[in-house]
């Protein structure tokens, strides 16, 4: 029954429906402890945003995917009318009024494992792992920077059953060997592997341009700690000569499948495209990729088609994400049923002005996508936030088509709706955002800014980063309690790049680092 902040919360509740009675689920962070009143007594609850909390979903239980245990059970939305998330009563009180439960429940777990079974082989088992193996080893692995992105890129994810299979037949019809899966940006790569890592607890890099960790060195001390803390192997330390990576990293393959015989051993590595060769020998595959894997050893990972991902190995069996592929339809409309479903009350508002039911909204939308996810993401939050309306766009057959239609469009609409505070305020905050190599915070951002915009305050950059929070990513890094930032998908950082421009943004960041060298 533990729980902290920012853990991750799921539940599955059945709210109340005109057309019947309908199990929805729900993703949540928690907030940590609230005291408040409720029928006359004070009561300490579990505060979680959002979630989608309605009435009829009391008495849903709270899941801590961090420690695969339920940790309280929903009492009610903070809000009725809007996605404030809501309040759960804390097991440890429910343990209290019903102590033969506490017994039962203990009873029913020791006769059917199933649930600790699964939970071990969970991507938050593994963590766990990772925080109990030699401290000069778990040092190694990005483990906060990795959590944070698994879990904002798995929050709402269905669907993918074709392509998870497809994966698993693939592995099992060769002893040993690479899968390589490509997709146009916004097809959900990393989404794919983010889910696979928290469900399978598979050994994972990502390389991540805007974390900058993307290097050889990174990748190989990374995956080597991995594997050395999941299969047991003794510690040891990477050679001191970057040229003798490869070497090391297939040694500690084979030793790994050498001490676990019959077990797979899955190394994911997502965008293969955007890790770095710099100190890489000619002759080395990209990321020091052995040519060839010990048997019962297999490397997942995933790149842009196309790109040029530097890797001569065998076997290699290619997975290609199609955007116009019946399972990629299947999961599109699944995705914006899942969404109009968990915020019914405000979409219908713009489902009934544009005259349309929920089934051809959601044919219209898919078609409108083109099969990009990051598309639905976006396009279904301004809809539901009343960006996107009958009076901002006219007809529903007038949403944009395909993302970057979408980028141009909500660029527009930003700038239109307050001219002077987009080129001072919010134009300035994102496009730096766009351009710092790593995630940056809003006090970084005011030194960047300040000589060309002296106007620009700490409290102005929280409210573009409030208003455009669904295209950052917040991360909070060890041993500091202030949250940077750094733009959510890559596909957005092009559309700036390339239409904006952030030439300006990268000379005001150089002149700020050199007038800091000199009055040092």
């Not at 993307?214 to 999941?230: G, L």
């Not at 766009?434 to 006090?443: C, F, H, L």
């Amino acid at each position: 029954d533990h729980f902290a902040p920012r853990e991750q919360f799921f539940f599955y509740g059945f709210p109340g429906r005109q057309d019947g009675w309908r199990g929805e689920s729900g993703n949540a962070q928690c907030d940590g402890r609230v005291t408040d009143m409720l029928e006359g007594r004070q009561q300490e609850y579990i505060k979680f945003t959002p979630g989608g909390v309605r009435p009829g979903m009391s008495g849903a239980p709270l899941l801590n995917e961090s420690t695969g245990t339920v940790c309280g059970v929903v009492k009610r939305t903070r809000n009725p009318d809007i996605d404030q998330g809501g309040l759960a009563i804390p097991m440890a009180e429910v343990w209290k009024s019903f102590s033969e439960l506490r017994a039962a429940n203990q009873e029913f777990h020791r006769t059917h494992p199933d649930w600790q079974a699964a939970f071990q082989s969970s991507g938050a088992a593994l963590a766990q792992q990772f925080a109990r193996g030699p401290a000069a080893m778990a040092d190694k692995i990005p483990a906060a920077d990795f959590e944070t992105l698994i879990n904002s890129r798995t929050e709402g994810f269905v669907g993918r059953d074709s392509v998870f299979a497809q994966i698993d037949a693939t592995v099992n019809a060769m002893p040993s060997g690479y899968v390589i899966i490509t997709g146009e940006p916004g097809l959900g790569k990393t989404a794919l592997m983010a889910q696979l890592v928290k469900t399978r607890g598979y050994v994972h890099h990502f390389n991540v341009t805007g974390l900058d960790i993307r290097s050889p060195q990174q990748f190989v001390e990374n995956i080597t700690a991995q594997i050395s803390i999941k299969y047991g192997l003794l510690p040891s330390s990477p050679p001191l000569a970057v040229s003798q990576y490869g070497r090391y990293l297939d040694t500690v393959l084979k030793e790994a499948a050498a001490r676990n015989p019959g077990t797979k051993i899955i190394v994911l590595v997502d965008a293969l495209n955007e890790a770095s060769d710099a100190q890489l020998p000619v002759e080395a595959n990209r990321l020091f990729l052995p040519p060839a894997l010990p048997n019962g050893v297999y490397v997942i990972a995933t790149s842009r088609p196309a790109a040029n991902y530097k890797l001569v190995v065998s076997p290699l069996r290619p997975i290609e994400l199609k955007d116009d592929s019946r399972e990629n339809r299947r999961d599109i409309l699944e995705y914006i049923s899942r969404f109009v479903a968990r915020h019914r009350e405000r979409m219908s508002v713009a489902l009934s002005e544009w005259g349309i039911t929920e089934e051809k909204f959601e044919e219209i939308l898919a078609e409108r996508s083109q099969g990009n996810f990051m598309y639905l993401k976006y396009v279904l939050i301004d809809i539901r936030d009343g960006r996107l309306t009958k009076e901002t766009i006219g007809d529903v057959f007038w949403l944009p088509i395909g993302i970057t239609e979408y980028y141009h469009w909500h660029w527009r609409w930003a700038q239109g709706m307050d001219p002077s505070g987009f080129e001072n305020a919010t134009k300035p905050v994102v496009c730096t955002f766009a351009t710092a190599k790593e995630p940056v915070s809003v006090e970084q951002v005011v030194r960047w800014t300040h000589d060309r915009w002296p106007d620009l305050s700490g409290d102005k950059i929280i409210g573009v980063v409030a208003a455009w929070r669904p295209f950052l990513d917040e991360y909070r890094p060890v041993h500091s309690s202030v949250p940077v930032y750094r733009i959510y998908h890559v596909s957005f950082q092009e559309f700036l790049r390339d239409v904006v421009g952030l030439g300006l943004y990268q000379d005001l960041i150089i002149e700020s680092a050199l007038k800091k060298i000199t009055e040092n």
